[in-house]
């Protein structure tokens, strides 16, 4: 369970939605690559660097490439969002 | 193949097996298991063997704990540790080419030669040295150093010396942090299972296979696309039987150990097959080559040029691929003509699931029957150039 504010879970919820053209898509923190359509390998470094950009936070290539699902993601930016 | 039919490696799991279970309290998991480990090595392999192994982890350790101690020069420190092995690596690669060559006009460089390979192949430096650029990788973005036994314990489990697979140093450092679990009569049965099951591929599938199609004293001929396909074939039961044979161990022992192979001929795609054939070394490279070439380039180049950085990632990674198996040009070219393939697919794919007929089940339907053929013929044809070198042989 991830403590990010709602206005966050929001702000990742649109971003996921934009990107993977899925205005209906809901964020559940077991979501993982292979249940969204687009959301491959090619697709994942640009959601990296969108959360980046809208977040203003940076991750290094260690935790990119620990990042499973979207409960993850949201630890992550709850974490880089406190030390920020 | 000595490794598996030799009894005292099915003493060593027993004794490990039983061993494992008598940690003391003041030893973590790591350092029980690379102790236990260490001695299976030298069981097995030899004094020599072990003793080297053991002067490299140390050695390794020793550059990682100055890399992490350092606020200057980390750079450099971390390039010449990676520099090192991959260097190490090199040699051992090309050691192995001139064996293949020999005899030369000097006999006492051919010896040394042979005894320089014997040696790498020994300790199965090639998975040795993409653990070492696991590890280093994870401690130079600031994970926990492993002390030297630990790290010899991750970097050669003796159960994945014949042929891996590619554990993941994380993982290996994470079983301090979980709770000892009992062995139990069904978590016994399932190694077992899947130890014989790895067995039963290697020893009667694959040997079969060979056997009939070449006979005892045997060479394989390589000239024809079915002697590609045959090769093909006995390389898949013979590599999935040693990975399930190491994957049982592992599970017997509670040391992580990757799944290699998940059904690869059902894959409807080239893409798809080399996610589920050597899987570890797939992931391997995705988390260790992929990601940071990926991130890197797109910092660099900006996210406009995303999609080509990302293609030209994906082939040089294949390239990685065809040079770790092979440091020849037949292999470069064979992983860049891999990566070329399946970056073809991804462009491909992308444009076919903006057509409406990718929707219709009849082109489903078809995909799912047609595909595996079309992997088959693609990823053997990919290989029959480079089979005869793989199999040691001139063309």
């Known amino acids: 369970m991830s403590n990010l504010r709602p206005a966050d879970e929001a702000k990742l919820t649109d971003i996921f939605r934009t990107l993977f053209n899925d205005p209906a898509l809901v964020l559940r923190d077991e979501l993982t690559a292979p249940d969204v359509p687009g959301w491959d390998s090619f697709n994942h470094i640009n959601l990296v660097m969108q959360i980046e950009e809208d977040f203003s936070v940076r991750f290094t290539t260690e935790e990119i490439s620990g990042l499973a699902n979207v409960g993850e993601f949201k630890s992550l930016i709850a974490r880089k969002l406190v030390s920020a | ?395």
């Not at chain 2, 014997?118 to 199965?124: D, K, P, R, V």
């Not at chain 2, 082109?363 to 029959?384: D, E």
């Open chain 2, 1 to 395: 193949m000595s490794t598996y039919l030799n009894p005292a490696f099915y003493a060593a799991v027993a004794i490990l097996y039983c061993g494992i279970q008598l940690q003391p309290a003041w030893c973590s998991r790591t350092v029980w298991f690379g102790a236990l480990n260490l001695a299976a090595l030298i069981a097995l392999f030899g004094a020599k063997a072990a003793a080297a192994f053991f002067a490299f982890a140390s050695l390794l350790w020793l550059s990682l704990y100055f890399l992490q101690r350092s606020k200057q020069g980390r750079l450099r420190l971390e390039i010449g540790t990676y520099g090192a092995v991959t260097v190490l690596f090199l040699l051992h690669k090309q050691v192995l080419l001139w064996t293949g060559v020999l005899p030369s006009s000097h006999p006492e460089f051919d010896k040394a030669a042979q005894v320089i390979a014997s040696f790498f192949e020994t300790i199965a430096f090639a998975y040795l040295y993409l653990r070492s650029l696991d590890v280093i990788r994870v401690v130079s973005n600031g994970g926990k150093l492993l002390d030297p036994l630990s790290l010899s314990g991750y970097l050669l489990p003796f159960f994945m010396v014949p042929a891996g697979p590619i554990n993941v140093y994380v993982d290996h450092a994470r079983i301090n942090a979980e709770p000892v679990s009992v062995p139990t009569w069904s978590s016994f049965v399932a190694g077992i299972d899947t130890i014989t099951s790895g067995l039963f591929l290697k020893f009667v599938i694959a040997e079969l296979w060979k056997l009939y199609f070449i006979g005892l004293p045997g060479v394989w001929p390589t000239n024809g696309f079915l002697d590609s396909i045959i090769i093909f074939v006995y390389v898949y039961f013979d590599f999935f039987g040693y990975s399930l044979v190491a994957l049982g161990v592992g599970r017997l022992l509670g040391i992580p150990t990757p799944i290699n192979f998940k059904a690869p001929f059902l894959s409807t795609s080239v893409t798809e097959f080399w996610t589920k054939w050597h899987v570890s070394l797939g992931d391997f490279v995705r988390r260790g080559l992929f990601i940071p070439l990926q991130v890197s380039m797109v910092r660099r180049f900006g996210r406009r040029w995303s999609y080509a950085t990302n293609l030209v990632a994906l082939i040089l990674c294949f390239a990685f691929v065809g040079l770790w198996h092979r440091f020849t040009w037949t292999f470069v070219a064979w992983g860049f003509f891999v990566g070329v393939i399946v970056a073809l697919e991804k462009i491909l794919r992308d444009r076919w699931v903006m057509t409406e007929m990718s929707r219709m089940e009849f082109a489903k339907q078809s995909q799912r029957i047609l595909g595996p053929v079309y992997v088959f013929l693609v990823i053997v044809g990919t290989l029959h150039l480079a089979i005869p070198e793989l199999m040691g042989q001139v063309r």
